[in-house]
T-cell receptor
Framework: TQLLEQSPQFLSIQEGENLTVYCNSSSVFSSLQWYRQEPGEGPVLLVTVVTGGEVKKLKRLTFQFGDARKDSSLHITAAQPGDTGLYLCAGEGAQKLVFGQGTRLTINP | NAGVMQNPRHLVRRRGQEARLRCSPMKGHSHVYWYRQLPEEGLKFMVYLQKENIIDESGMPKERFSAEFPKEGPSILRIQQVVRGDSAAYFC???????????FGPGTRLTVL
């Protein structure tokens, strides 16, 4: 069974600080996706990483896929209150997505 | 270009009743996935369907749960004789092809009283 462990589960920091969220597994995934979910809504795709060692940037967000394609990280620089939300990583398994349990991020003004 | 549509957005049922959740995929998408989410948790895969076929139902409970994606019309997730433990958010995602990017709907929040 493929599992993804996200850490931390909860993170509350001040506006302007940097943070990193981790997504780890003992399994290899063909790709890994990061989603953001607002209360009462479905997950919205932020990025897909496919190649081991790949780094993708989306404004202040930097996503990295581990060399062995078993882990990933999301780094946010100079966090803003608008970054508050639930961040989910998901690995592409056999014809389905395997989700981590999510990181609830709160950015305090 | 409309996104994935789900209805109802909220559904309240008493124990023992049936719940029917509908999902209309994005235009041109013939692959549909259903996931369940408990509060403050990630999504858990339930079932993967293509038009008129169930491809993978390994995440769906064997009893009381069924899913279909007919040639015409939306995909339906059906839960018979609901119990309190079925209370959750149910999300549908669609994709244009196998292993394509999955786009999620807004979900149906099921509450069983």
């Amino acid at each position: 069974t493929q599992l993804l462990e996200q850490s931390p589960q909860f993170l509350s920091i001040q506006e302007g600080e940097n943070l990193t969220v981790y997504c780890n597994s003992s399994s290899v995934f063909s790709s890994l996706q990061w989603y953001r979910q607002e209360p009462g809504e479905g997950p919205v795709l932020l990025v897909t990483v496919v190649t081991g060692g790949e780094v993708k940037k989306l404004k202040r967000l930097t996503f990295q896929f581990g060399d062995a394609r078993k882990d990933s990280s999301l780094h946010i620089t100079a966090a803003q209150p608008g970054d508050t939300g639930l961040y989910l990583c998901a690995g592409e398994g056999a014809q389905k997505l395997v989700f981590g349990q999510g990181t609830r991020l709160t950015i305090n003004p | 270009n409309a996104g994935v549509m789900q209805n109802p957005r909220h559904l309240v049922r008493r124990r023992g009743q049936e719940a029917r959740l509908r999902c209309s995929p994005m235009k041109g998408h013939s692959h549909v996935y259903w996931y369940r989410q408990l509060p403050e948790e990630g999504l858990k895969f339930m079932v993967y369907l293509q038009k008129e076929n169930i491809i993978d139902e390994s995440g769906m409970p064997k009893e009381r749960f069924s899913a279909e994606f007919p040639k015409e019309g939306p995909s339906i997730l059906r839960i018979q004789q609901v119990v309190r433990g079925d209370s959750a958010a149910y999300f549908c995602a669609s994709s244009p092809r196998e292993r394509g990017t999955q786009y999620f709907g807004p979900g149906t929040r099921l509450t069983v009283l």
